[in-house]
C-alpha cells in the first residue's frame, strides 16, 4: 500500500525533493530518501509503507515516556519499517533499519488503514494513539491521517520522535498531536553526526519550538551511554539548555544496554544514572526521571514545592496516583501536565 507523499518540492528531470524531515533528502525516479520508505515512482514521491504496521501493541502511556500525561492510561502504539537515523545502539533496528523493498510484501507489516485504527480504540475503550516504534515523520502521512480521524473522535495523539521533523512538517502536524517525547540523544553536533547520521540543531529547534509555541505537552529522553554522551559537561550544559527552554518540561534520562551495533560498552551504571539525575535537578529543571532500571524514587513524581509524593511508578506501571489532578493535595501547586 502506498500514498503520493505531502512536502514535496519538484526537481529537475523527475527528481523530488522530500521536506518532511531535515534531511531534505533529493531524491531522483527510481530511488527512495535515506529513511528507506519515501519512493519516487517516476517522478511522484510515495509514502510506501502507508497503512501498513509492523508492531501494534497496547502499552502503558509510561512507556513511551509520557509521565506528566493521562497517567496510568492504556495507549494504543503503532510503527512501520523505516528511519531517517542510523542510530548505533538502536534498540527497534529491526523495524527501523529496514528499507520497504526488503524481502517481500509481508516484511511490510499487517494492513492497519487509519479508520481499523480509530476504530479499534473505540471498540477497546483506548482514548490515546501513540506513533512510535520507529521515526514517525517518515511515515508521516500515515500518522496525519490517523491523527485526524482520531481527533474527530475524541482520541489524543501522540508521537515518540527523534525531533528532526522540518518546521513545515512540525506545523502541518502540530494541530492534531497532543504530546510528543522527544529524544535529545546528546549536546554535541558531532555525537549526532557520527553515532545517528543527523544534526543537533535541528533537534533543538524544534524541542524549543514545541514548547514555547505550540499546544503540545512535551517530555524529553535522553539514552545515557557509557563513554559517549555521560560526561559532567556535556549533561550540565544540556540540562541547563533544558530549563531555559522550559524547566516544566520532564526530562527522562534512560538507561542503556547493549544492542545492535554498539555491543562494546557496558549497561549504564546507577551511579552515572544517579549523577546526571542531581544534574537535571540542580539545573533547575522540576520533573527529572530515571528510567530502563528500577529506581522507585527517581520515577516517581513528587511536588517541586512541598516534595509531596503524587505518582509513585515501579517501571512503568503507576502504583498510586493523587487523586486531584494537576494540583498538589497538600500545597494546591499547580504539577504542569495533561491530567484529563
Ligand atoms: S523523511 Fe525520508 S525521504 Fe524525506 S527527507 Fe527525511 S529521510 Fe529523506
Not at 518540492?9 to 520508505?37: F, M, S, T
Not at 527523534?162 to 535529545?184: R, T
Not at 549497561?267 to 528500577?294: E, F, H, W
Request: aromatic share 10%; glycine share 8%.
Amino acid at each position: 500500500m502506498r500514498k503520493e507523499a505531502c512536502l514535496v518540492r519538484p526537481l529537475h528531470d523527475g527528481a523530488v525533493q522530500c521536506l518532511v524531515c531535515d534531511h531534505a533528502c533529493a531524491i531522483r525516479p527510481g530511488e527512495v530518501g535515506k529513511c528507506g520508505v519515501r519512493y519516487n515512482d517516476a517522478g511522484t514521491l510515495y509514502l510506501m509503507v502507508y497503512g501498513r504496521a509492523v508492531s501494534i501493541n497496547l502499552d502503558p502511556v509510561e512507556k513511551k515516556p509520557l509521565f506528566h500525561f493521562l497517567p496510568g492510561g492504556d495507549i494504543l502504539s503503532i510503527g512501520t519499517l523505516g528511519c531517517n537515523f542510523r542510530c548505533a545502539f538502536c534498540q527497534n533496528w529491526n523495524i527501523s533499519q529496514r528499507h520497504w523493498a526488503d524481502g517481500h510484501d509481508a516484511r511490510l507489516g499487517q494492513v492497519a488503514l487509519p479508520n481499523d485504527l480509530v476504530g479499534t480504540c473505540l471498540q477497546r475503550g483506548v482514548n490515546m494513539i501513540a506513533y512510535t516504534y520507529n521515526e514517525p515523520t517518515v511515515f508521516f502521512e500515515y500518522t496525519y491521517d490517523t491523527a485526524r480521524l482520531a481527533h474527530e473522535n475524541g482520541i489524543r495523539n501522540v508521537y515518540v520522535s527523534n525531533g528532526f521533523m522540518s518546521q513545515q512538517a512540525l506545523e502541518m502536524i502540530a494541530p492534531y498531536l497532543d504530546g510528543i517525547n522527544v529524544d535529545l540523544k546528546a549536546f554535541s553536533n558531532d555525537f549526532y553526526r557520527e553515532q545517528c547520521g543527523g544534526r543537533l540543531e535541528p533537534v533543538k529547534r524544534n524541542i524549543r519550538t514545541i514548547a514555547r509555541e505550540t499546544d503540545i505537552w512535551i517530555e524529553v529522553t535522553t539514552l545515557l551511554i557509557p563513554g559517549l554522551n555521560d560526561s559532567r559537561e556535556e549533561l550540565t550544559a544540556m540540562a541547563n539548555w533544558l530549563a531555559e527552554v522550559d524547566p516544566d518540561m520532564p526530562w527522562h534520562i534512560s538507561a542503556f544496554h547493549p544492542d545492535y551495533q554498539m555491543t562494546d560498552r557496558p549497561p549504564t551504571p546507577p551511579a552515572s544514572l544517579q549523577q546526571a539525575y542531581q544534574i537535571g535537578k540542580d539545573a533547575g529543571l522540576r520533573y527529572v526521571y530515571v528510567g530502563n532500571v528500577m529506581d522507585q524514587d527517581r520515577s516517581s513524581t513528587f511536588c517541586p514545592q512541598c516534595g509531596e509524593l503524587l505518582v509513585r511508578r515501579s517501571w512503568y506501571a503507576v502504583q498510586e496516583l493523587w487523586k486531584k489532578r494537576g494540583t498538589c493535595p497538600q500545597c494546591d501547586y499547580e504539577v504542569a501536565g495533561v491530567w484529563t
